[in-house]
């Protein structure tokens, strides 16, 4: 199979919703010698963005929103652990990520976070579902430098401007950057609730994290 067929293969796993495929096609492409990053980027992200539009169009509903991100899952699940390689380097900053409270989207939090890790980042992750709370309670534990927060949903954008209000009333504002992300959540956004940083996807999320911590990019 070409490389083209492969990513079209595993994005069609994704739109059709069938975990078991999608998770042969991602261990074929590895055993391929496939860059696990390119079957993410050109494969499962093109599947689930168009499972989302099949959906705002109203021709998919609920269960199959579910099923293409449990393929999309279940193929990440094979490609990330490739992703992150070894884990004996400089850790550039230590980030608390996690979903905020009310929002169940966990898929491009987890990608952010595997990417973080794969570049050098120590990466405390706290789920999905998280109150502003138990960020604050992370940053402290983990001691970090910086925070992400994701939110997919415009009804919990709102949750990232308490995490950085939580962060001041503990004290804790200056210590860490804080980066929002997240399909609805644009730069004007992150301007206007005060987080150092705004990133559309995962590989510029990293770009963004090194800028924030000033490492070379
Ligand atoms: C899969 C999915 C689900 C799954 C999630 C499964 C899971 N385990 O995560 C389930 C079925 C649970 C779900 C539920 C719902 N969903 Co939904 N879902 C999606 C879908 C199709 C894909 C999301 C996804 O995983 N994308 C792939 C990842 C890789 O992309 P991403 O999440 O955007 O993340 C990238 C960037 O945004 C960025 N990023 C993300 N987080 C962060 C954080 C930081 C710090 C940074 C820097 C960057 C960053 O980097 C990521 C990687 O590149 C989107 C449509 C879409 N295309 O976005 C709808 C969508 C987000 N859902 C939507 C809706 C309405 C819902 C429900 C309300 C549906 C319902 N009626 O119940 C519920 C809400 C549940 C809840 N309380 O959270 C709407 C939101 C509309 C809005 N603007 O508010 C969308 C946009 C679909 C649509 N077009 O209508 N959903």
Redesign the pocket.
């Known amino acids: 199979m070409s490389r083209e067929e492969l990513f079209d293969r595993l994005a069609q796993a994704v739109i059709e919703g069938e975990p078991e495929d999608a998770e042969e096609l991602a261990r074929e492409a590895l055993a391929q010698g496939l860059d696990p990053l390119a079957c993410i980027n050109e494969g499962l992200?093109p599947g689930?963005?168009r499972?989302?539009?099949l959906?705002?169009s109203g021709e998919y509903f609920?269960p199959d929103?579910?099923i293409?991100?449990?393929a999309?899952?279940a193929a990440l699940a094979i490609l990330e652990p490739a992703l992150t390689g070894d884990q004996e380097r400089q850790v550039l900053g230590r980030v608390v990520?996690g979903?905020v409270e009310?929002?169940?989207?966990?898929?491009?939090?987890t990608?952010?976070g595997t990417m973080l890790t794969a570049n050098g980042f120590s990466v405390t992750d706290i789920g999905?579902?998280r109150p502003a709370a138990d960020f604050v309670a992370a940053v402290k534990e983990a001691n970090a430098t910086l925070v992400?927060?994701?939110?997919?949903?415009?009804?919990?954008m709102l949750q990232q401007q308490k995490i950085i209000e939580a962060l001041q009333e503990a004290g804790l504002r200056d210590q860490v950057k804080v980066?929002?992300?997240?399909?609805?959540?644009t730069q004007s956004w992150a301007d206007k609730i005060g987080a150092d940083?705004?990133?559309?996807?995962?590989?510029?999320?990293v770009a963004?994290a090194r800028r924030l911590v000033s490492a070379p990019t």
């Open positions: 992200t689930i963005d499972v989302g539009e959906f705002a609920l929103l579910i293409g991100g449990e999309m899952k990520l979903t009310g929002d169940l989207h966990e898929i491009g939090k990608l952010v999905i579902d992400g927060a994701s939110a997919l949903l415009t009804t919990t980066m929002v992300g997240g399909a609805p959540v940083g705004y990133a559309e996807d995962a590989v510029s999320a963004l």
